[in-house]
């Protein structure tokens, strides 16, 4: 079966310090990925999402960016945090090529306070 | 501009009372729809799904929704809630064509009361 892992999952960082949430799926090949942050009291917003290695779509403008080094691993970067940048973290993925592909899966989650 | 509206950002209800949350988007000739749930401090579970065929669908744990393309609406159902179904619900579509990305509602709180 596929599972998704996502961490940290709490982060505490100070303003101007540089961000890391990773990323990981398992059991699939070829998911497309996604980034997508809840704001306090707000719904989610996408961020990110790729179809394959090397491949980003941003959603919208902001200070953070994402990778895709491999296959199954998706990361999302800040070099320099604002406070407007805290928020809870979700990385989901999409099994493609099969008749369940139209169904997003979501992992647990990263918290992350900018102080 | 695709939209998802919840109109409800709050519902309480005591427990074993029946209880609808509503989901309504914006119309386009195809779509999927979902309902995730959220608990306290957790990501997103997803509780049931329409992508075609039968327009009620139903969860494990007593939730139901029913795809009504002519209201363009997937409101939540459940006839007799339990304290443990307090949590943030979201409504969720995607439309074809969209790179397979999802459109959230703002979430409805459910609050079960004994």
């Known amino acids: 079966s596929q599972t998704i892992h996502q961490w940290p999952a709490t982060l505490v960082q100070p303003v101007g310090s540089p961000l890391s949430l990773e990323c990981t799926v398992e059991?699939?090949?070829?998911?497309?990925l996604y980034w997508y942050r809840q704001a306090a009291g707000r719904g989610l917003q996408l961020l990110f999402y790729?179809?394959?290695?090397?491949?980003i779509s941003s959603e919208v403008p902001q200070n953070l960016s994402a990778s895709r080094p491999q296959d199954r691993q998706f990361i999302l970067s800040s070099k320099k945090l604002l406070l407007s940048d805290s928020g809870f973290y979700l990385c989901?993925?999409?099994?493609?090529?099969?008749?369940?592909?139209?169904?997003?899966?979501f992992g647990e989650g990263s918290w992350l306070t900018v102080v | 501009a695709q939209s998802v509206t919840q109109l409800d950002s709050q519902v309480p209800v005591f427990e074993e009372a029946p209880v609808e949350l509503r989901c309504n988007y914006s119309?386009?000739?195809?779509?999927?729809l979902f309902w995730y749930v959220q608990y306290p401090n957790q990501g997103l579970q997803l509780l049931l799904k329409?992508?075609?065929?039968?327009?009620l669908v139903e969860s494990i744990n007593g939730f139901e929704a029913e795809f009504n393309k002519s209201q363009t609406s997937f409101h939540l159902r459940k006839p007799s809630v339990h304290i443990s179904d307090t949590a943030e619900y979201f409504c969720?579509?995607?439309?074809?064509?969209?790179?397979?990305?999802?459109?959230f509602g703002s979430g409805t709180r459910l609050l079960v009361r004994p």
């Open positions: 989901a993925w999409r099994e493609t090529g099969t008749s369940s592909g139209n169904t997003i899966y």
């Open positions: 329409y992508l075609s065929g039968s327009t």
């Open positions: 119309s386009s000739v195809s779509v999927y």
């Open positions: 790729s179809v394959g290695i090397g491949q």
């Open positions: 059991g699939t090949s070829n998911p497309n």
């Open positions: 969720a579509v995607m439309y074809g064509g969209s790179s397979y990305k999802l459109i």
